[in-house]
T-cell receptor
Framework: EPEVTQTPSHQVTQMGQEVILRCVPI?????FYWYRQILGQKVEFLVS????????KSEIFDDQFSVERPDGSNFTLKIRSTKLEDSAMYFC????????????????FGPGTRLTVL | LAKTTQPISMDSYEGQEVNITCSHN???????ITWYQQFPSQGPRFIIQ???TKVTNEVASLFIPADRKSSTLSLPRVSLSDTAVYYC??????????????FGTGTQLKVEL
């Protein structure tokens, strides 16, 4: 069964450092997403990406964040200058075109990258 | 965006049927109801989606009454491995896809022997 993969599984960084989280979505999917989950809290939407551009972003996704699809397979999330409060689990997800144009927008999530900012 | 309300936690025993109800009084005409499951330290996983009446797949059933103001996820004969957080999400499934998912706090289901 196809799956979304993410690397690394755990990233430890110092405050102020740049980190890049990597994801390989399912190959025929068209929509890509990043979510995060702070320990013990809700899963929060960060950004969605389609046709090589951001289609929607949340208030969390400020100028410190950026996303890129550098080639046909990878989807990355960059945090330019990490803060302590960026410590969280970051999930990548992808979804395909809707069958028949409506309904069934199933998003497939990766296993996550645990980011720890010290 | 329709607000959802579901119990914070539920306990059950192996072999029992579990029903988790979600309230969504302000559901819009174009909204679908979707349930996701999340195990600790893993990403959410799609379980089932429906618009009205009843939907069944190999994992669960989803019951939606005619007024669509609530829905019930039914898990038949749960096992220890069904211990997870279950999220009810309501939102418009736009043509073309790409909708963000808005998660609430979910229902923590604990299954014991």
């Amino acid at each position: 069964e196809p799956e979304v993969t993410q690397t690394p599984s755990h990233q430890v960084t110092q405050m102020g450092q740049e980190v890049i989280l990597r994801c390989v979505p399912i190959s025929n999917h068209l929509y890509f997403y990043w979510y995060r989950q702070i320990l013990g809290q809700k899963v929060e939407f960060l950004v969605s990406f389609y046709n090589n551009e951001i289609s929607e972003k949340s208030e969390i996704f400020d100028d410190q964040f950026s996303v890129e699809r550098p080639d046909g397979s990878n989807f990355t999330l960059k945090i330019r200058s990490t803060k302590l409060e960026d410590s969280a689990m970051y999930f990548c997800a992808s979804s395909g075109p809707l069958a028949g144009g409506r309904g069934y927008n199933e998003q497939f999530f990766g296993p996550g990258t645990r980011l720890t900012v010290l | 965006l329709a607000k959802t309300t579901q119990p914070i936690s539920m306990d059950s025993y192996e072999g029992q049927e579990v029903n988790i109800t979600c309230s969504h009084n302000n559901i819009a005409t174009n909204d679908y109801i979707t349930w996701y499951q999340q195990f600790p330290s893993q990403g959410p996983r799609f379980i089932i989606q429906g618009y009205k009446t009843k939907v069944t797949n190999e994992v669960a059933s989803l019951f939606i009454p005619a007024d669509r103001k609530s829905s019930t996820l039914s898990l038949p004969r749960v096992s220890l491995s069904d211990t997870a957080v279950y999220y009810c999400l309501v939102g418009d499934i736009l043509t073309g896809g790409g909708n963000k998912l808005t998660f609430g706090t979910g229902t923590q289901l604990k299954v014991e022997l």
